[in-house]
């Protein structure tokens, strides 16, 4: 046995899962004494056979025929034209998303043809304007931007100037006479052309708080108890604090104090049944009805929605040009997944202000749909930001319209590499708007990306800002071998009560599948989610869980985050994440709204290098450090070590450690 299963085996016994802890009764029910609503895809897979392919393929067919016919009954009116072989990836776009926009936008069949190598055939199909339009903008794509001429050959002493006297030669010759871009003068020009416009926008109103007398006279050490009472609260302005910057605001401690001189925004909220504002929302409100930018870093489940959707509404009916004669939507809510993009339209929908309307973009969605909902016009787009990006290249929504931009959960945006898109669907942006920016952590990512995009932003932590779990959770740790996962789990369920509800979050999508599959067998009714399911799939097994038709739900890291279920009652990693701020985040999936929950996490001896960042988590929330982790810690502490110093002359091959060289291979 190597080194690396010593290391374990010292620190780690095995410990069986009892039945005795969890002494509740069984709850689960046979497929066939409940509606088949319930049921997950994977179910029924044996049953369907062979006759639902029969079926597609028939359908197929079927459709296949139809395009026929219809290309028949209109081969009469058709162009053909030809365009370069190598500009033929601009007319497809990626996976064939542009010919499906230029066919859409157009009205026109567009057909690629043979190619000579050089030029290949397009056809276009349909009526003499849809062809011509179809034409016109392949052209449009397929056009190079060209160099002007050489400036030694120029009338004008180097400098071709169009008829407005703008210069649009934005070349020069180096000292080899080599024509290159002149940077300067482009950016120059750039900034020229994007003043130009901004100037033409209408003016953005952003101020709308009048602070109550009762808040403004809070004394500074009023102010300070009740932050400290309230988690810790800490606000302060995130970059720079200067003379000719307000004061950071008071927090409100009722609803009224906020929105008193918007009753109809108070009505909404006594629909709601609320109480009280949380923490993160008696803070924000005044920062964001004044107007400022906001960076919120406080954990999921805190009310961070709510605190940023109210004033938007707000922003949304006080500007100067009405909703009905405005080029575009006036909101942008960025969110990282489509599961907290519906989240976050589902909490949009539940507030009727001035008839102002929403839609949700995502991927997975219905492209045309969005488009014709977006064409109709609304004023909140909220978005994931490869929908977005898609929709702003195809220039079916311009960025430069949105006064008010959120970014809802950065931090999981950046984890999930969407910094590319979110910087280029904004590159348009307007600079005097107002954005917020809401987070669980505060990585350099999300700092930088807070610079670029904020201007003298004030920051709220709600908390500590090193990663914390919610206290409302009581956070178990349970070591087993990673082949005795299955049955820790099942055992698990079958003492759950009835009234229970638990995430399963797997770490594979492979997993999720199997392990929906082997509880059907069982007789036991789950749903899944993951990224090979179809989003209506998606969107059906959330439905069942908050309306109690299943009540267990296996998952990826994709439920992580954006899932609100209330009555959520246990989250079980059966593995253990990759990251330890996305334990953070399945942990919030429970104790949400005040309520308590209970987190089961499956430990293997393959988990040991999270065990410190583990027991820190634990330890912040006043949790129970088992000795077994803090064994593991520190074995793995020493094993890095080690491994830094028989590692320190190299390990290549002949060397120690290396092939042929008999040496021993740490197993991670």
Known sequence: MDDWDDD???????????????TNTRVFHPSSNRGGRGRSNENNWRARGNS??????????DNNRTRRDNFRQEEGNKKVISVPTNKVGRIIGKGGSKIRDLEYETEAKIKIGESDGNETEI???GTDEAISKAESMILDLTEDFKPKENPKSSNTGGKRQEASGTPTDFFKSNDSGVQTIDWDKLNAYYDKHQNDRWSKLPPIVKD???????????????????RLANHDIQVKRTFEDRPDLKPIPNPVLTFEQAFQHYPEILEEIYKQDFKQPSPIQSQAWPILLRGDDLIGIAQTGTGKTLAFLLPALIHIEGQTVPRDQREGPTVLILAPTRELALQIDKEVSKYQYKGIKSICIYGGGDRKHQIKEVAKGVDIVIATPGRLNDLVLAKHLNVINFSYIVLDEADRMLDMGFEPQIRKSLFDVRPDRQTVMTSATWPAGVRRLAESYMKDPIQVNVGSLDLAAVHTVTQRIMFVEEDDKENALFEFL??????????????????ATHITTELAIKGIECQSLHGDRDQSDREAALEEMVDGTVNILVATD?????????????????DFPRHIEEYVHRVGRTGRAGKTGIALSFVSRNDWAHAKELIKILEEANQEVPEELEMMAQRFEAMKIRRDKEGGGGRGRGGRGGRGGGGRRDRW
């Open 8 to 22: 374990w085996q010292e620190s780690t016994p095995v410990v069986v899962p009892q039945a005795s802890s969890y």
């Open 52 to 61: 639902s392919n029969e079926v597609r393929f028939n359908d197929r067919r």
């Open 123 to 125: 056809t276009l199909i």
């Open 208 to 226: 709308f708080y009048k602070e109550d007398p009762k808040v403004a006279n809070m004394s500074s050490s009023e102010v300070a108890r009740w």
């Open 494 to 511: 079958h003492n759950m009560d009835s009234n229970d509800k638990v995430i399963i979050f797997c770490g594979k999508k492979a997993t």
């Open 558 to 574: 994709v439920a992580s985050r954006g899932i609100d279920i209330k009555d959520l009652t246990h989250v079980v990693n059966l």
